[in-house]
């Protein structure tokens, strides 16, 4: 498109000449006022740069493999397979990481050396990085261009049945780990975890030795902030878009990027920007760093599906009930020979899994995991699913001031 070109050339410009290598970060939000003069402010380079620059400057491997899945998309595994500790160097599980709602593999490398991505890999385990489908490293198909409307045509169900096998496949058959992968998953990863090991359930049995589900979300039933306000307008606004020839939010990442560097960090717009961040997601405050806010708009959002977003809305407004896309009265029946979508079975899901939940998440309510716990236990003579609780809001688990707690409950869940 000429109009994305010339914007493209024109905050291109305005990058170059006018912040590069600027003071970006304050550890306060009151610092932003006065940033670029302000000596309590600094570069990070980190901001907006890819998961490759990040890994270099903190002296670790990467690698970038493309899966393409069975129904065309091209996707990216991000994979840090060396250890800055030579001691763990031989120790090689594969684990695979995938990020929530309007992410990316770049969440887990946020901040710098105690982020998640680099701590798997300082405690000796094969780590892959995923990107779902239409993000901004995942955003490529065999023949549907990106900025059509049938490219968009998924939600979170189509990941699930489609990306997530293809991904598990490709590291299996790269490391000859079948069946010894830990998967980590972070708020709609948790979500499409639970999908496919429900829909592909012997796949999950035969491939994934166990799931840790960060800030877990399937029975939203209990969820509060925006999701809550905003769920019984998906529709209209679904619509409305559509009208427009919008498929899709984050669907131009690289303009949306630049104008969201310059205003997410930047007194006044910084404050509007961490309102937004609190009100969609929760706020601990002993966890709160203000120098995370430019870092994490500077990849968020990336690549949502106007689909993606209406099925959770319907979750949200059917009360909680973690089920099928629902396509209306003649939809379902052509879809599920149904008046209703079908309910997601998850207490056949064959796989151990760890549910990791923040007191402060306004998404993955502690009340909501409880109830998905119950009905992961259900039936069972011993219980395959265990909560564990820590002061985060929803994306403190790659924001939080401190990890370590975290990191030592995953390392243990993971060698359990």
């Known amino acids: 498109m000429l109009w994305y070109s010339v914007l493209m050339w024109v905050f291109g410009v305005v990058r170059v000449f006018g912040f590069h290598h600027q003071n970006n970060v304050c550890p306060t939000l009151e610092d932003y006022k006065t940033i670029f003069h302000n000596s309590n402010c600094r570069y990070n380079p980190d901001v907006g740069s890819s998961p490759k620059f990040i890994a270099k400057r903190y002296g670790y ?77 995942s955003n490529r198909h065999v023949t549907l261009a990106e900025d059509s409307a049938k490219y968009w045509n998924f939600g979170f169900h189509e990941m699930a049945i489609y990306d997530l096998p293809a991904c598990i496949d490709f590291v299996a058959n790269r490391t000859g780990e079948k069946g010894n992968l830990i998967y980590v998953g972070h708020s709609m990863g948790t979500t499409i975890s639970y999908i496919y ?22 029975y939203m039933k209990n969820v509060m902030g925006a999701f809550r306000l905003l769920a019984p307008l998906a529709p209209l606004v679904a619509d409305i878009l559509r009208s427009k020839g919008f498929s899709a939010i984050g669907q131009y990442y690289k303009v949306q990027r630049t104008i969201l560097v310059a205003t997410c960090g930047n007194y006044p717009f910084i404050d509007l920007c961490n309102i937004l961040l609190i009100f969609s997601s929760g706020l601990s405050v002993e966890q709160f760093q203000a120098e995370m806010i430019p870092v994490f708009f500077s990849y968020y959002p990336s690549g949502i599906s106007l689909r993606t977003l209406e099925h959770f809305a319907q979750i949200v407004t059917s009360n909680g009930r973690f089920r099928m896309f629902d396509y209306g009265l003649r939809g379902n029946l052509e879809h599920y020979n149904s008046t209703d979508p079908p309910e997601y079975d998850t207490s056949q899901i064959p796989v151990p899994i760890h549910l990791f939940v923040g007191n402060n998440d306004i998404i993955g309510d502690v009340k909501d995991a409880s109830i998905l716990e119950s009905r992961l236990n259900k039936g069972r003579s011993v219980s395959t699913s265990q909560i564990y609780k820590f002061p985060f809001a929803h994306n403190d688990f790659f924001l939080a001031k401190q990890l370590d707690g975290f990191h030592k409950s995953l390392l243990q869940a993971i060698q359990r």
């Open 197 to 218: 090991s429900t829909v592909k359930r012997k796949h999950a049995e035969d491939n994934v030795k166990a799931i840790i589900s960060l800030a877990p979300v399937a």
């Open 61 to 137: 491997p990467l690698q970038s493999h493309e899966v393409v899945t069975e129904d065309g998309y091209i996707l990216t595994l991000h994979r840090i397979s060396g250890s800055r500790n030579p001691e763990n160097s031989k120790k090689k599980q594969p684990v695979l990481v995938f990020h929530g709602l309007g992410g990316s593999s770049a969440f887990w490398m946020l901040q710098g050396k105690k982020s998640l991505a680099f701590f798997l890999g300082d405690s000796g385990y094969d780590v892959w990085l995923g990107n779902w489908r239409g993000n901004y490293y």
